[in-house]
């Protein structure tokens, strides 16, 4: 039996984060830096939209859409992003941590 280097090299990739790793990654990073950090669970009569999670610091409020790298967000995700931003409040969509980190920069 022959075999190929190819047989016994075989270089894996981490398995990519699931959004609820994400989700929580984010939840506790931002939670170590002072942020009041809101979870929100959809269902049944719960506002169509609303982003995974809502950060509150020193008067600042921001909602966080938690997504894969490759996600996306569906329609009502959109909608309810362009009212939050008509009405003055910030938005985030998140892949990682590093896409809140300038929160807390800004922040302290």
């Known amino acids: 039996m022959s075999y190929t280097t190819n047989n016994f090299l075989r270089i894996q990739k981490p ?9 929580r990654g984010i939840r506790q990073y931002l939670q170590v830096h002072g942020w009041y950090v809101i979870r929100h669970h959809q269902g049944l009569g719960c506002h169509k939209g609303l982003s995974d999670l809502t950060a509150i610091k020193g008067g600042v ?19 309810f992003q362009a009212d939050v931003e008509a009405h003055g409040a910030r938005y985030i969509l998140a892949k990682g941590i590093e896409d809140v980190k300038c929160l807390c920069e800004k922040a302290g």
């Open 15 to 23: 398995p990519e984060p699931s959004e609820t790793e994400i989700l």
């Open 61 to 79: 409020t921001v909602y966080i859409e938690c997504k894969k790298r490759n996600g996306y967000q569906s329609a009502v995700q959109k909608k």
